[in-house]
């Protein structure tokens, strides 16, 4: 039986330990949401320059977008790769290397003189990106007990607040400088601003910049699985509502350009859809706090297919609008919810590598969601059929989520009175 989780009780320690909830763990949190918004860049950056780049290379639209879809590939693989790194030596060592990564290979596409090195520039950016996400959400679920479940979403939201913020920037670096020197100038400022803030990281952490697990708190949720049967089934879950996940978030503006809108209002639908998916994710933090990472997973995946249904009915601008803004509020707690669960079902040890593997397979739904949704219309001509196939994937998600929902409750009551899930 695992016991349960209670409010923490650090009476007993020292007052230069650590303790979890503290104001040194919100402090340490403010700090990996800055790392996460300076080393997000790269996500957003790739998509405003494909015009620019295309242009000079004189290459097909398909062609410059590979090197978005290599570097989400980076993205998933560094995850699993960054948190092995994390598990093993520590948050501070994976960080050092996403800046090295992120300074040569910014300063690399700069350089570029073929589209193939800016491709292969960005599956190097995001390498280095991926520490910045997966890795720092299972750090950041160390530092917490009682607000563990916001702790995770709020780093988790680094990403989008990365996309709020440098998108204009980078479109006035490429309109005054060029792409080329603004890509040099991010690998500069990304080596800068996150140097210091991993400095400053690390001097708040002292020698907890290498983890001992030992004395971490064990899980909350036993589920009677194996680790890495869990592990399967998240991702298997991870996938099926990127892929749902993705037709809203990567046709969205050519929807609007196939249906008079003009591509400027689908890319407003997308900033409002990201926007809104800030407050989600945030909000979601804190309904995990109260209810579990399983059972805000599961609200998340119903109201996205519930927002997704929507899609197929409705398609007059206004609606849009609405139906966008309401499947932000809806899906942004998704992916972050996974990280929850992991850290209140698996040992601690093995936290970083294991959200690693899950948003691994995320990024390989929402890439596999983009590409069949494209097939589909592709065949059909219209993105009815790509909608209802997102809706059908999700449902696949919700039927994982209802299996580990029933399997916590029941072991629950088999673990008596104050076994917390």
């Known amino acids: 039986m695992v016991r349960p989780v209670h409010a923490p009780n650090h009476s007993g320690q020292t007052p230069d330990s650590f303790s979890p909830d503290s104001r040194q763990a919100w402090m340490r949190l403010v700090i990996a949401l800055l790392i996460g918004s300076v080393g997000a860049v790269g996500m957003w950056a790739v998509v405003v320059v494909i015009p620019v780049v295309q242009a000079e290379f004189g290459a097909t639209r398909g062609a410059v977008s590979l090197a978005f879809t290599l570097m989400m590939f980076g993205f998933g693989l560094g995850g699993v790769i960054a948190g092995k790194i994390t598990d093993r030596f520590g948050i501070v060592p994976a960080m050092a290397i996403s800046i090295a990564f992120l300074g040569v290979a910014n300063v690399l596409a700069g350089l570029s003189t073929q589209l ?41 939201s680094g990403n989008y607040v990365a996309g709020t913020i440098w998108p204009p920037i980078v479109s006035w670096g490429a309109q005054t400088a060029g792409w080329r020197y603004t890509h040099i100038g991010i690998g500069l400022v990304c080596v800068g601003l996150m140097t210091v803030l991993v400095l ?23 589920l009677k699985l194996s680790t890495n049967t869990l592990t399967v089934l998240l991702s ?12 809203p978030q990567v046709h969205i503006v050519a929807y609007c350009g196939d249906l008079g ?3 400027a209002r689908g890319a407003e639908m997308l900033s409002l859809m990201m926007a809104c998916g800030i407050i989600s994710r945030i909000g979601s933090g804190f309904l995990a706090d109260k209810i579990g990472g399983i ?18 009915f409705f398609d007059s601008l206004t609606s849009l609008y609405l139906i966008s803004a309401m499947f932000g509020l809806f899906q942004g707690g998704i992916v ?16 970083a590598t294991r959200v690693g593997i ?64």
């Open 236 to 247: 298997i879950a991870s996938i099926s509502c990127c892929v749902a996940m993705a037709m």
């Open 358 to 421: 899950v948003i691994f397979a995320s990024v390989f739904g929402m890439s596999f969601g983009g590409w069949v949704s494209g097939l589909i219309f592709d065949a059909t001509g219209s993105y009815a059929a790509a909608f209802a196939n997102g809706v059908a994937w999700n449902a696949l998600n919700i039927g994982i989520v209802v299996l580990l929902l029933i399997r916590s409750r029941m072991n629950a009551v088999k673990a008596g009175p104050g076994f917390a899930t």
């Open 295 to 312: 059972r805000t997973l599961l609200v998340g995946s119903l109201a996205q297919g519930f927002a997704l249904v929507f899609y197929l």
């Open 116 to 156: 193939w090195q800016f491709v292969a520039a960005y599956f190097l950016i995001g390498l280095g990106t991926s520490a910045t996400f997966a890795p720092l959400m299972a750090e950041a679920s160390h530092w917490f007990e009682r607000y563990r479940g916001l702790a995770v979403t709020i780093v988790a």
């Open 200 to 222: 400053v990281l690390r001097a708040q952490m002292g020698d907890d910049h290498i983890r001992d697990h030992a004395n971490a708190p064990p899980p909350r949720v036993d």
């Open 336 to 351: 972050p919810s996974y990280a929850i669960i992991v850290r209140e079902a698996m040992p601690a040890s093995e936290a």
């Open 261 to 263: 809108y003009g591509v």
